[in-house]
Structure formats: structure tokens, C-alpha cells
């Protein structure tokens, strides 16, 4: 009868002293190659005019005298989308029971909302109308709107 693959007390011991070794070998590795104690100098990390990380000293050259007065700290004022002023369109849609339609203007070709409180009471699809523009809840709406004069 063969004997089972087992291991006695000695190759056991013997197995648990060669890890206690490769351990301690490990351990006097990691001291050696410690950062720890390191010089100051040595664990600085310098940053470059391009931004990037370097180890060595940038050099002291002569750097850029920059005018404060010129230096502009604010938010642009937003440009005006749509001029303010008198335009020239067709009532392009009108649904006369919901109270509402679109006019396209002639010179953009953009469409604006417009409501039947901004429009004259007789206005229908296909009459040209004078319009002026203002920024509504949605979109910019058409208000003030008028027949040709």
C-alpha cells in the first residue's frame, strides 16, 4: 500500500522557518529602500511654466511684469439676440380657438410666438403685420402687433 502524500513534523517546521526568512528578507528589503528619512530636498516635486510635475528646480529667469489695471475681472454683458425695434412679418399660423399663432418674420425667416392679447382682434393667417419682439417665459414672443402702416 502507498503511503498518502502527508508531511511529518519536520517538514512542516522546516516549511514555516523558510517563510519566517523569506519574511524577514522582505522586511530588511523594505527598510533599505525606504523613503523615509529622506532628504528634504529629494521629496520636492517642482511645477514647470507648462504645468508639468518635475524634480529639478525651475530657473530664476526674469518673469513676466504683468499690468493689474489691464487684467478685466467681470462677466461680458450678453449681446442683445434679437434687436429692439419695429419688424416686418406674415402670420404664418393662427388657431383662433386656442387664442394663439406664428409669425415669421421677412428679413430672418425666424418664427415667433404670439398670443391674441398682442394682436389685433381681426388678425388671420396670411396678413402681413409690424411686430416687435420680447423675451417671454419660453422663447422670444411677438407683442405689439399692428397692421401695415
Known amino acids: 500500500m502507498a503511503r498518502p502524500a502527508s508531511f511529518n513534523k519536520r517538514d512542516n517546521e522546516k516549511k514555516k522557518q523558510s517563510k519566517r526568512l523569506e ?11 525606504n523613503s523615509k528619512g529622506a532628504s528634504l530636498e529629494e521629496m520636492f516635486a517642482y511645477v514647470d511654466e507648462n504645468g508639468m510635475i518635475t524634480s529639478t528646480p525651475p530657473e530664476l529667469q526674469k518673469k513676466e511684469e504683468i499690468d493689474l489695471d489691464s487684467i478685466i475681472i467681470s462677466t461680458p454683458k450678453k449681446e442683445e439676440e434679437e434687436e429692439v425695434g419695429t419688424r ?6 393662427f388657431i383662433e380657438q386656442k387664442g394663439y399663432g406664428f409669425i415669421k418674420e421677412y428679413e430672418s425667416g425666424n418664427k415667433y410666438f404670439f398670443h391674441i392679447s398682442a394682436a389685433p382682434k381681426s388678425i388671420g393667417e396670411g396678413d402681413i403685420v409690424f411686430f416687435d419682439v420680447e423675451q417671454g417665459f419660453r422663447d422670444t414672443n411677438a407683442v405689439n402687433i399692428r397692421y401695415e402702416e
Open 23 to 33: 519574511k524577514q528578507k522582505k522586511k530588511e528589503e523594505r527598510k533599505t529602500n
Open 88 to 93: 416686418k412679418g406674415i402670420v404664418e399660423r
